[in-house]
């Protein structure tokens, strides 16, 4: 594995984390997104994570200022992966924007770079044609609060070479992440195979009515003994994300209840700036949830 320039295509609540993750660990990382207006949004996320790091990772000034000097920022996709060694792609969960994307970054990356796709639930043998180097073509896929929790799904499509796939395993290791394989295509991969189901079994009781989130969270929390109830941790994935799958599992399935919950995501939450944790209010309102609080569990 031979990389130094690592681009992150898309700068929201987990590309912000990619790129500065990568950065911290000693590579130069080009920021691309669609307009000034991103890029600003991005920056603002990016200095939240200073702070992060230094309380979480016990990282100093140095190591903070140190990373933030080896991000670029970019709205030109051709300068953005101008000397690109891999592009990390972290747009949203859309296959049609991440079609045209892809089509958009073939033309304009040079022969060498490798691209990766950061989708939670769709498969990279989607987008490999589109690509015009499907044997340079995978999907890594991090969790939310890289710096934390540190996993890095690898999944190759069976075109994807065998050295290709190797080198991304390294990458990922290389930028502090525990590596985990997929040698087989598998629609939410390992992680969220388990944790889309759980998450949407929740959002269904909430729109059949047959609890509210505090309740559905509480029962989880104490029944299992887990730190997070389902709509807390939807309010860290961020809202938008979850309205993306619903909405797609929605047209592809028909199904009523997955139509209503679209709606009411939209409607209820993504029309009134309600996104999740980062915007200050999703399910909970923000910096201090009412799941937080000494008497949430009990009656």
Known sequence: MDYKNITVAGSGVLGSQIAYQTAFKGF???IYDINDSAIESS???LAKLKKNYRNDMGASEA???AAYGRLSFHTNLAEAVADADLVIEAIPEVADIKTAFYKDLGKAAPEKTVFVTNSSTLLPSQFAAATGRPEKFLALHFA???RINNTAEIMKHP???GQVFEDVIQFAEAIG???LPLHKEQPGYILNSLLVPFLEAAELLLVKKVADVETVDKTWMIATGAPLGPFAILD?????T???IVKAKAAATGNPKFVELAHMLKSEYLDKGKLGRETGEGFYSYPNPAFMKGDFLKN
């Open 63 to 65: 190591q903070l200022d």
């Open 242 to 244: 979850a309205h993306n």
């Open 28 to 30: 130069n990382v080009a």
């Open 177 to 179: 992440m525990v590596p």
């Open 43 to 45: 920056k603002k996320r």
């Open 236 to 240: 860290v994935v961020g809202i938008n």
């Open 159 to 161: 075109g994807t070479a």
């Open 144 to 146: 939310n609060t890289i």
